[in-house]
């Protein structure tokens, strides 16, 4: 309920009372995920970031790329901007892997393998976005230009993982929002029928987030933040836990620009109505 007030507040100026009303149905299962209590520091940091994840999670972007309603440009764009993106994500996945060796053993070692597993895992993600490259047009070569919000996700993701006096706690933070974001729209478009059966022609990409594997990557960041988190607390350093936080925190917010910044259809009314039609044509329930 607060991630959906906060959600109005910030639309206010952008859609009617009516449209929110007839959007409702919609925007409803898409925050059906409830969340259990936080129990670990990955969890809290969710709950705490909800409002500004969901939106993301109520993007016209992403709405219209469920619908199956997002114009081929819109698409071709979010694909080559968001490569540029993973590249530095996986950069920023090897720097974080060298901060391990300040951890005690075995959390060092832990740290290094999920660290290399999960930047092999994002290395394989670029491989799929090369594959929509060719098939929607996306241009990754020397014409790409990145947006303002592609520059500002990635250079923030360049500074902490490059900044020595960044922990392994303190990156991984920065990292996480990103996992556990397209999980979550992964899953809840899948939830709503806008997977690949559906006919959507953007389910593949729906498909690949929700997916267990990509489930599983999610859950490897969160497990491996928590132990971070429990080894700083350990050690007596809240210093470090608070900068976690508002990192996580930022990346967030960096995700919601991210998505504010392709191109949409004219309003949230029109990527809304196209959603709620891909679903009963599916046969889903709202």
């Known amino acids: 309920l607060r991630a959906r007030v906060a959600f109005g507040a910030r639309v206010s100026e952008r859609v009617t009372m009516h449209a929110l009303a007839t959007s409702c149905a919609v925007l409803t299962v898409l925050a059906?995920?409830?969340?259990?209590?936080?129990?670990?520091?990955?969890?809290?940091?969710?709950?705490?970031?909800?409002?500004?994840?969901?939106?993301?999670?109520?993007?016209?972007f992403v709405l219209a790329l469920g619908a199956g309603a997002l114009p081929r440009a819109s698409f071709a764009t979010?694909?080559?901007?968001?490569?540029?993106?993973?590249?530095?994500?996986a950069d920023a996945y090897g720097k974080a892997g060298a901060k391990c060796a300040k951890e005690d053993e075995p959390l060092r070692n832990r740290c290094e393998t999920d660290l290399a597993a999960l930047r092999s895992a994002v290395k394989d993600e670029l491989q799929l976005h090369a594959g929509y490259a060719a098939k929607?047009?996306?241009?990754?070569?020397?014409?790409?230009?990145?947006?303002?919000?592609?520059t500002a996700y990635t250079t923030f993701l360049d500074d902490i993982a490059s900044d020595e006096t960044a922990s392994a706690a303190e990156v991984v933070a920065a990292m996480v929002p990103c996992m556990a974001l397209y999980a979550e729209l992964g899953r809840r478009l899948a939830q709503l029928g806008a997977g690949s059966e559906s006919g959507n022609p953007y389910g593949e990409w729906v498909d690949t987030y929700a997916s267990?594997?990509?489930?599983?990557?999610?859950?490897?960041?969160?497990?491996?933040?928590?132990a971070l988190a429990d080894a700083a607390t350990a050690a007596n350093r809240p210093s470090k836990l608070k900068r976690a936080?508002?990192?996580?925190?930022?990346?967030?917010s960096l995700e919601a620009d991210f998505f504010a910044a392709q191109a949409v259809p004219p309003t949230i009314d029109d990527a809304v109505a196209a959603f709620?039609?891909?679903?009963k044509g599916g046969g889903g329930e709202l």
């Open 212 to 226: 267990d594997d990509f489930w599983a990557a999610r859950k490897t960041a969160e497990d491996l933040l928590d």
């Open 78 to 89: 979010y694909v080559a901007q968001d490569a540029a993106f993973l590249k530095s994500f």
């Open 136 to 150: 929607w047009g996306a241009d990754l070569g020397a014409g790409f230009r990145p947006l303002a919000a592609t």
């Open 32 to 60: 059906a995920a409830a969340q259990p209590p936080p129990s670990s520091f990955s969890a809290e940091l969710w709950f705490m970031n909800e409002a500004e994840a969901s939106e993301s999670l109520f993007d016209p």
């Open 276 to 279: 709620e039609r891909r679903v």
């Open 245 to 252: 936080a508002a990192l996580y925190a930022e990346a967030m």
